[in-house]
């Protein structure tokens, strides 16, 4: 064998293994992506969980809010079905922002029914709907820490997947880019709100 030719394989297998490394880091971060959203994943179980709970201990206090009631309990279903979506492929752009805006919507809803049970005393003074509210509080907080680890890792997975020379392996095979779960959707949603006396 010449030299010419060695090199030449020396070449190939340099290119081969850092073609088979690149590939392995791309599905390594892209798993990093489903790992993080399986922790997304606990906490929204938890909430969807949660949730029946505190419309029930609020429903024998409001009857007559019965359309509040309603709203959360389809908000929450919405929100459920949109997460199934994400954990069946969870760097799916769409499915994430499907998911964030579920998310959002249900977070309304149950911003309306505290309104509502502010508005009644017996029902603030209950003990289940404290100790449920405390309970959906602390895993609002857990689920904005996952959402933040969701998005690093999906930060992580983009950045490699759009650096060249590594894209190349990204696009040969198929990796796309995954969506960033937010927390606001819209513009309106960002602007400043204002307090007026």
């Known amino acids: 064998m010449s030299t010419t030719q060695i090199l030449s394989w020396v070449v190939v297998a ?3 293994f850092w073609a088979v490394g690149a590939y392995n880091r791309l599905v390594r971060l892209r798993n990093a992506i489903g790992n993080a959203f399986a922790q997304i994943d606990v906490q929204l179980k938890r909430r969807y969980d949660l949730i029946p709970n505190l419309v029930e201990t609020a429903r024998k206090y409001i009857a007559h ?3 509040t009631l309603e709203a959360v ?3 929450r279903n919405q929100a459920r079905t949109a997460a199934e979506h994400v954990r069946v492929r969870p760097t799916s752009a769409g499915s994430v922002g499907a998911l964030a805006i579920a998310e959002q919507a249900l977070e309304g809803t149950l911003a309306r029914l505290m309104a509502v049970v502010e508005n009644y005393p017996e029902l603030k003074a209950d003990q289940t ?3 449920l509210s405390e309970e959906l509080t602390s895993t609002e907080n857990k689920v904005a820490f996952a959402r933040q680890a ?3 890792a999906a930060l992580d997975y983009n950045n490699a997947a759009q650096q ?3 894209n190349l392996i990204a696009r040969l095979f198929g990796f796309k880019e995954a969506g960033m779960l ?3 959707t819209s513009d309106e949603e960002r602007k400043t ?3 007026q006396f």
């Open 65 to 67: 809010e019965r359309e």
């Open 182 to 184: 937010q927390s606001t």
């Open 129 to 131: 709907l404290r100790e």
């Open 193 to 195: 709100l204002r307090v």
């Open 73 to 75: 309990i389809a908000a």
């Open 14 to 16: 340099v290119l081969v």
């Open 164 to 166: 060249f020379p590594t």
């Open 150 to 152: 969701f998005n690093d």
